[in-house]
């Protein structure tokens, strides 16, 4: 219980979150819940506690018509107007294995060809791989040193046997944004559904499933201000419909593609948390890039050597992805417990391979072991921005002048 640190109330009201005294810059990894949220999701927790499926009785009626509600509010934030076009799930992970098992298995007398690239994220990846130990035929396609796939490498890919395109729009190590509408556009021409993983995209830049063109696209409530454990699948309406074996069989809750009784309170925080970044994104990333920028600009002033990873193309407004020559990000991250910030994606922190991500992206190996990623986020201030920035400019100073083997000082 004593191991908790104090949380204190944010200054502003704007920010409706509580902070404690770290310096909290991994928002690529977990947002802290929006009190708007919160207010909307606790008294759930105690009343309309039945369980959504039992029609018979009234209260079941009203949980029901709660997560009608929250449905048809998570299609509307996404641009769709079909509630039914929304399946809750526990979170981004378990969607994109639903969509890309579920849609592989039901397709498999079309063809098992797969297609997607090789900095999406471990959710994407693996399911992938699963299937490929399994019959299934999978190209990744490689990025530039500005984490893009090039889409004639995409049309070059599309064989006659493809059953799915699978696409980020945006990295959670380095905030790249993918051509995902062009992509669409491409995918289609040759009569292909194409699933976008939009997770970390959400609230940070404009997600429309009619612009995006996508037929499947996944996310996840804890990325946007949301609570952890519920995300979704959007599945759009087709005519005849693309079929997608369930992965959790049971009671055929979610249309029967995903069974386990439905979680009604973090379905109305999702639901909640989803319409705060459709009015909130544009203003929160003009803010929070300009703290990035800030960000950048005070390290870079300081440091020589200092690569920022991604900054060629397309990058979400949050997230800066630096490396140090000279530092392991590992060592860095260790000598800065008062900053909350990570070493390649959190997801795969156990491993302490340089990221894969970096790696693929042309970033030679002791470049991508000094790397961190920082990710500011609705919270962030100016004060803490500078103070990070001050930090790292002096753990950096200090892990250079300290002699490792096969490594000269830095002055
Ligand atoms: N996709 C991306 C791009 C992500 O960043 C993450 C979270 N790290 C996920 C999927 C998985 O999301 P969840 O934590 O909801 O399973």
Not at 7 to 26: G, H, P, R
Not at 82 to 107: Q, Y
Not at 112 to 120: G, K, R, W
Request: aromatic share 2%.
């Amino acid at each position: 219980m004593g191991g908790i640190p104090p949380a204190v109330e944010v200054e502003s009201s704007a920010t409706n979150i509580m902070k404690n005294d770290v310096i909290y810059l991994d928002h690529n990894a977990s947002t802290p819940c929006d009190r708007r949220v919160v207010d909307a999701m606790v008294p759930l927790l105690t009343s309309h506690h039945a369980n959504p499926s039992s029609h018979q009785h009234r209260s079941g009626q009203q949980a029901s018509s709660l997560l009608s509600d929250a449905r048809h509010r998570v299609a509307r934030s996404l641009g769709s107007n079909r509630a039914s076009e929304i399946t809750f799930t526990s979170g981004a992970t378990e969607a994109n294995n639903l969509v890309i098992k579920g849609l592989a298995e039901s397709l498999r007398d079309r063809g098992l060809h797969l297609v997607s690239q090789v900095t999406e994220h471990p959710s994407v990846l693996e399911p992938l791989r699963y299937l490929e130990r399994n019959g299934w035929q999978l190209t990744l396609l490689p990025v530039g040193l500005d984490g893009r796939i090039a889409l004639e490498q995409l049309a070059g890919a599309l064989r006659p046997d493809t059953v799915l395109v699978s696409l980020m729009l945006a990295n959670n190590e380095t905030g790249t944004i993918q051509p995902v509408a062009e992509a669409a556009e491409l995918v289609h021409r040759h009569d292909v559904p194409i699933h976008c993983d939009a997770a970390q995209a959400i609230g940070k830049v404009a997600v429309d499933v009619h612009v995006l063109a996508v037929d499947f696209l996944t996310f996840s409530a804890h990325k946007v201000y949301g609570p952890k454990g519920i995300g979704g699948l959007y599945r759009r309406h087709h005519r005849p419909p693309i079929d997608i074996r369930p992965q959790l069989h049971g009671g055929g809750q979610e249309y029967g593609l995903r069974s386990g009784t439905p979680n009604v309170p973090a379905a109305v925080g999702l639901a909640r948390a989803l319409e705060i970044a459709g009015t909130d994104w544009r203003s929160d990333s003009q803010r929070i890039g300009g703290l990035r920028d800030l960000l950048e600009r005070r390290i870079m002033s300081r440091l020589d050597g200092v690569a920022v990873n991604g900054a060629a193309g397309h990058r979400l407004p949050g997230t800066s992805n630096l490396s140090f020559a000279g530092v392991d990000g590992n060592a860095l991250l260790a000598s800065l417990p008062d900053l909350a910030i990570s070493s390649g994606s959190a997801c795969t922190s156990d491993h302490s391979e340089p990221s894969y991500v970096l790696r693929a992206m042309g970033i030679a190996v002791d470049l991508a072991a000094a790397s961190v990623r920082i990710s500011l986020g609705r919270t962030t201030t100016e004060g803490e921005v500078e103070l990070a920035a001050e930090r790292l400019v002096e753990e950096v100073v200090r892990l250079r002048a300290i002699p490792r083997r096969g490594h000269s000082p830095r002055t």
